[in-house]
């Protein structure tokens, strides 16, 4: 049998050849579920196996099902590119093992979360006060938030929820914008605070919410109030007005939470960051790292204003764990669970590889490419560029129809150029092209462009 180290060593040839070739080969259609499904079937295995033979038949059974999303043409959803350095950096978190629950546990994971929510901060331009918790994703970091959200309305209202939970508690009232993502109603859902019961705020035709009627709303409220905008719509880009917005929040008592998946890193970049105006006065924020900043898959930050808000609403304690050490940053205190991954490692480590700079560039860089895409396919003969292009985020339209606009999104696909997904707006499917990776060039959207011209041209006949 091969030493364990070894199985290691392939895994790292393997993981290095893919990304070499993903970075400029042709895109390979990936082999759907059921192939895969096909692939990996067997039944229980009764003995283990040598570690370099289950490496190895995990490569060759995984990669005709691997989607090219580190690729310079992927346009789907809204994805990062796991970077690189960021995987690495990963590499490490695993191979070092650290349990990032506590100071004693893991000493460097909890000083380099320290440190890059202190970056973070500074990066993002929110309240320097403000505690981070590193979690899977923005859907957790939603869920974070508004927990925190939740403790604070219904404390100033004389009621502990912490304590005593949601039964008799006085109402909470929640707004929220028409276009939010789906995933804020999850985080609702979870909180004991309802996915149906929100009061929906009027938006714009990008989806952005309309100050005049959340105004109205807010002031149709009689108890504790959370108010949910968000900044990047996953279809558009928008941002809500957040300059109107908060002082209209605060002057209610209501807490303002943000859901800037990807959308929030616009302050990271001088030339956008008027599109997120205000955002700093809010009371918590939720966004990935392995969105726009690169990191791999999974990280996020929850973000509140109040440290102290945040501790309530998520701290464990447990006689087996270390008192919280004074005024020393605890990292599960920020976060719903205890055992977990050392996030820091990959968040520190792309903000070391790109830099304040190098973050605005990619930034910029992306939303150059959306709107040359968008402003260009949008010009062609039956092509219609929904809204105008704001961010990274684009919607196309194609023969103003349902069924060419799926079809040529399934050309798309299967030509393999690029990737490309659709999405439902205001009732019409769309050709949605989301533009977040570092890979992603100007040239590589000139040859995207060419890609979707060829898909039209064929779905035309
Ligand atoms: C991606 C996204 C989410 C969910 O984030 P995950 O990282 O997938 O958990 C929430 N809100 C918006 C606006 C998003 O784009």
């Given at each position: 049998m091969q030493d364990e180290w070894t199985a290691l060593e392939h895994a790292a040839a393997h993981a290095i050849a893919y990304r070499r070739g993903v970075a400029t080969a042709e895109i390979t259609p990936a082999a759907d579920y059921a192939t895969m499904l096909e692939a990996f079937a067997a039944p229980l295995p009764e003995e283990g196996d040598d570690p370099v033979s289950v490496i190895e038949h995990l490569v060759e059974a995984a990669t005709p099902g691997i989607r090219a999303a580190t690729g310079p043409r992927f346009f789907g959803w809204v994805i990062g590119n796991s970077h690189p350095t960021g995987v690495a950096a990963d590499w490490l978190a695993s191979a070092w093992g650290q349990n990032a629950g506590n100071l004693i546990a893991a000493p460097a994971a909890s000083a380099v979360e320290k440190v890059a929510a202190d970056w973070l901060l500074e990066l993002l331009d929110l309240p320097r006060q403000a505690s981070i918790g590193f979690v899977t994703g923005a859907t957790v970091a939603n869920f974070v938030c508004l927990a925190a959200a939740r403790s604070a309305v219904l404390r100033r209202a004389g009621w502990d929820v912490e304590a005593d939970g949601m039964f008799g508690a006085p109402p909470v009232e929640v707004l929220i914008g028409a276009d939010a993502h789906a995933t804020v109603f999850s985080a609702l859902k979870y909180l004991g605070l309802?996915?149906?019961r929100v009061k929906t705020v009027e938006s714009d035709a990008s989806g952005r919410m309309l100050a005049g009627d959340f105004e109205r709303a807010l002031r149709a409220c009689a108890g504790p109030v959370i108010a949910i905008a968000q900044a990047g719509q996953i279809n558009t880009g928008a941002c809500d007005p957040f300059a109107e917005l908060a002082p209209l929040a605060r002057a209610a008592g209501a807490w303002l939470h943000v859901?800037?998946?990807?959308?929030?890193?616009?302050?990271?970049?001088p030339g956008r960051a008027h599109l997120t105006r205000g955002i700093e006065q809010a009371d918590s924020w939720a966004t990935d790292g392995h969105k726009w900043l690169q990191t791999p898959y999974d990280c996020g930050f929850a973000i509140v204003r109040d440290a102290e808000t945040h501790r309530r609403a998520m701290a464990i304690s447990a006689s087996y764990l270390p008192p919280a050490q004074g005024a020393e940053r605890e990292p599960s205190a920020y976060v719903p669970e205890l055992s977990r991954r050392a996030r820091g490692f990959a968040t520190w480590a792309m903000i070391r590889r790109l830099g304040r700079d190098g973050i605005a560039e990619l930034v910029e860089r992306n939303c150059a490419v959306a709107a040359h895409m968008g402003g260009t396919l949008g010009?062609?003969?039956?092509?219609?560029?929904?809204r105008p292009v704001e961010l990274n985020q684009f919607m196309l339209r194609f023969g103003d129809s349902d069924d060419a606009t799926l079809a040529v999104v399934r050309q798309v696909q299967e030509d393999a150029v690029a990737f490309i997904g659709a999405a439902l707006w205001r009732g019409q499917w769309v050709m949605r092209v989301s533009v977040s990776s570092a890979a992603t060039t100007i040239a590589e959207g000139d040859t995207t462009i060419e890609a979707v011209r060829g898909a039209w041209r064929k779905v035309r006949g």
């Open positions: 309802g996915a149906r859901d800037g998946a990807f959308g929030l890193w616009a302050q990271a970049a010009r062609d003969d039956g092509v219609a560029l929904i």
